[in-house]
Each structure stands twice: as C-alpha cells, then as structure tokens.
C-alpha cells in the first residue's frame, strides 16, 4: 500500500509528511542532514504491515523553513507535536546520519515516547574535544552547484550504490534538489540553513546524550572493508567510547556499507527495523499499539 502525503503541525512550523498505515508499534524515520522524507521510500516498502511515519523535518524537503532555532532539542520537539497530531504516544524511532542524533535527542528528551532508538551511522559520535570548529566548519560546508537536471542524475546515477540506478532510486534521492527559474538544478536545502543545521549538529554531545537513554538502543556503524579508513577508525572508536555507558545497547558494524545504506541495502536496514520493534516489545514496549 502506498503512502499518504500529509501536514503535521511541528514546535511553530509546519511539516510535510508520508504516513503508512499499519498495526503494532509505530515506527518513525528521521532524514539526515540536506535529505528530505522520500530517502526512506525503499525501506518503507519493505516495512508493509506496520505503521510509520516519515518525516521532512524543519526547513527540509517540503517543510516550512523557519530562520531557526535548528539545534537537535528543537528538531526533536517537532516531532512530539506531529506525533500528538497523530494520536501516536510512543513509536520506535530511527534516525541516519543527522536523524539519528535527533533521534538520540528524542529519546533524552521524549523518554516516555520512545520505543526504541535506532541511530543509523550517525548520532554515536561528536568532534573531539579541541577540534577547530570553524576548520570542521568548512570541511563539511555542501558543495555548490546548478547544473541540467540530465546532468545532475548522470551524475546521481555514476555514484548509486551497487545494483544501478533506477527509477524507485531517482524517486527517493532527486527531491533532494530543485530545478530553478533559469532551469538548472540544485540543492533544495539553502546554504545558510544547512549550516545553521550543522552548527546544531556539532553541539550535539553523543558521550553525554546517550547514556541518558533507557531504551533499546541500536547504533549502526557502516564502515569500509579497509581496515585503514579514517572515518571506519573515528566510527569503531566512538562506538568503543559507549561501551558500558549505554543502558540497553545493540551496537552493529556493518563492513561494506556505504553512509547512505537506506538506498544501498534496505532490505537489511527494513530488517534491522522490524528487529527493533520486535525488541521493544520484548522491553515492554506497547506492541499492540495501533495507528
């Protein structure tokens, strides 16, 4: 069955949404950084049967794009009021990347209303203490760019993941861009308010956020077969750094994973969800709950 487009009301802005019904513990997914709802498209079909919300959280995808606040707390409000808008009073949260520090922040924040975490290769890691933020700040600025929509999916379809491009692909990844006036395509997210989420996020302090959540907490690390990889090395260190720390963990290391591993494996990341509701409920979580 397919999805239903909707507007939820978040903390003072409104919010673009797909909501796909189902029976059992509602299950919420969280973009990460520049993304937008339609990421999760791939792992929502193979999610049938449950209820779930996809979010475009604050200034994303077809959401209003406030001047701010971006800091994750206040992403994380956003979505306690679309969730009271729906009737749902707890769901397992997953988040990537970004998402998954405001799903972190959520379940801090939101403990009651939270299931289950599942933070997907982001949200278990923070720079380290001294970094130079304004040198982190730039490294991460998003590139810039307006090209021919032909050649913005050219480009799309040389960097997918193994298996090639295709339409279900182009369906989730292209609303991340917008074609302008002079038609030419570009990133729909604007510069300025893609680094005021930025800044939200290099506050986020993951030693000190997860040991405060109580629930099942899965963190997933995608790293690269060489065992050399910097980022591999930074994401096993810092999933070594909550050891002993986190209440209820389920850390996972995926070799050969890319970052966006929604698009490149989402039969296993669907799996890895339906895992999560099944141990929330073994927690005590309300399995029964309907949508």
Sequence with gaps: MG??????????????????????????????????????NLVAARLAGLPILALDQRGHGDSERPEGPYDVSSVAADLATAMDALGWSRAVVVGHSWGGAVASTFAVDHPERTLAL??????FSSPPAGTDRAATRKRLEPPRFALPPEELEAMLSSRSPAGGWSEELAAAVLPIFEV????????????????AVLDGLLDYDATSVLPRVHCPTWLVSCESVDPDDEWTTLKAKALASLTGSVAHPRFLRWAGAVHDVPLQWPDLVAGLIRAAVVDAARAGGDGGLHA
């Design 180 to 195: 302008g006036d002079d038609g030419l395509a570009r990133a729909r997210l604007p510069f300025d308010t893609h680094m």
């Design 118 to 123: 599942v933070a997907i290769d982001g949200g």
């Design 3 to 40: 999805g239903i487009d909707l507007t939820l009301p978040g903390d003072g802005v409104r919010l673009a949404a797909t909501r796909w019904a189902g029976t059992g513990s509602p299950v919420v997914l969280l973009h990460g950084l520049a993304s937008q709802r339609r990421f999760w």
